[in-house]
């Protein structure tokens, strides 16, 4: 049976080697850094199951380290665990935003530690099947059809990506914010079920990034339809109060409540005829690259 492989990004080498010693007892395969940098290039060249992350490093911070990781294709649903010292409601919120999955603060039992560590592992070879909000294909499931492009000779992807929405949780909740991104795979896979192909797919890698696989000769019709319907739904998110300001796109009112930007869709495009494409690296690194065009409601 495969290893599952942990990154512990841990700036005290005695901590880190402690843990090391430990997880690799417990059967894992475990890698180390002690910068934020050596992590991120672990992470490009060897894909972690899970990650171990210390908050305070010597070069960038761990939240920024999860940042660049969820922007990215590639590394977008790797499992974090923050292991600091930091106690504060606010750090532990900070974490939690960016997508970590717990947060486990110093002095730690290590014994609890491995069992979240393999609980979190479980949850995230279900969810790398299944995206759990949206019941799209997620993860792996999403890497399989990117790998089925490279033997084929004509294809499209449209990828979609909803803006501005983490400052829509922090105004309306998280739980609003889910209903957006459920009422956006929707409208998708609608979509696709009337204007697209048989063998078109759509799947929600995670976050707030959804991408749908056609064919050329359908991508613009689709990008179309996705556009007018998803900008169309925007407004809808929003209390009927808050309607007119996210409309205008006002920053602040003349009071003391303060308005968020409003969410828009971002939506690129990247067809076979871009490049020679021989591995799957390189469809990320184009989706990446490609040209983001952003849609506000009308």
Known sequence: MKKSKILIVEDDLDTADMLRVYFEAQGYEVLTAAWGGDALEICQKTLPDLIIQDIR??????YEICRRLRDNLRTSQIPFIFLTEKREREDKIAGLRLGA??????????????????NAL?????ESL??????????RLVEEQLELLLGKSEWAILSIGVNELDA?????GFVAGDDVLRAVGLI??????????????????GGAGFIIITVPSKVEELKDKVVTRLTRAINYFYPIKDREWAQKRIQESPGDEKLVPLMSIAVSIVTSKDASFTKVQQIREALTKAKRVNYYPP
């Open 188 to 205: 998708l896979n609608n979509t696709v079920e009337e204007a697209g192909t048989l063998e078109d797919f759509v799947g929600h890698p």
């Open 101 to 118: 999955i717990d947060y486990i603060t110093k002095p730690f039992d290590v014994q609890e530690l491995r069992l979240r560590v393999r």
């Open 168 to 172: 829509f949780n922090e105004a309306y």
């Open 130 to 139: 299944v995206n759990p909000l949206t019941g799209l294909p997620g993860g």
């Open 122 to 126: 479980r949850r995230a070879g279900y």
């Open 57 to 62: 490093l010597p070069d960038i911070d761990g």
